[in-house]
């Protein structure tokens, strides 16, 4: 079964495409065919001016034209496209939505910060991990972050924050909502035995590049803090030039580092593991239950 997925985030809108293969025990495998990612930047209109430029929902129409073109060439049959932090504080966001509708034929749905954390859940990693432990997933976006905490093979909580990488850059991240995720933190993991974090997103992707681990080895918090202390005496430039990174990943990992070590401080998590997945990945998951369902209704 191929399967795709759309997750128009506040950085960048990315297409994954996944065949799902019976492994063993009939167990499902996703193994990623495609995954394509544009540098949309739809934060850098939104948390400034309240809505999405001209210019920025043309580049989403032309993106999205890009994403139809590559579905019918794999002959993906089933979609699931979503929307999420710029696009849910945008004005004119159903607007933009209707123009792809119509110009592609392709849904997008807005999702709730809630819902985001729903679907990158259904990665289901931490369930492949020892019980012994309790974990926190914590992905890091543009225009928000989701904390999801799990302990003893169960959800324990998960909520959503108005805090990411490009409302840091913009300075719109005020001490009350730092304090909201502490409390929140403070208050979900107290009494939950030793916590280990599980961190998706483009951001703390690269700090694994970078970092040279062996896949399934986790990074250090004490690590987090010295790129984060290295990284931040460095121009836009220096970054760039010297860890070879594009120029909308140079600007954004700096705050992203910030956010990661202060929920792991906060939860008293000393090492976080890295197993790429995001909320593409999850969507893919869900829409793979949905599709099941269906085929056993029909």
Known sequence: MRLAAIDIGSN???LLITDVIAGPQAVPEFIKVVLVR????????VFDKGEISTAKAEKIIKTIKAYKLLL???DVKHLKACATSAMRDAANANEIIKKVKAETGIEIRIISGQEEASFIYENHIAENMTDAESYLYIDVGGGSTELTFFSDGKLVSKESFNIGTIRLLKNQVTEAAWDEMKEFINKKTKGYHHITAIGSGGNINKIFSLS???EGKPLTLDLLRDYYKEFSTMSLAQRISMYKLREDRADVIVPALLIYINV???A???E???PKIGLADGLIHTLYEEVKLKEIEV
């Not at 544009?38 to 209109?45: A, N």
């Open 12 to 14: 960048a809108a990315r």
């Open 38 to 45: 544009v540098p949309l930047r739809l934060g850098f209109d």
């Open 72 to 74: 019918d060439v794999y």
């Open 212 to 214: 040279n681990r062996k």
């Open 264 to 266: 792991m401080r906060w």
């Open 268 to 270: 008293d998590a000393q």
């Open 272 to 274: 976080i593991f890295v």
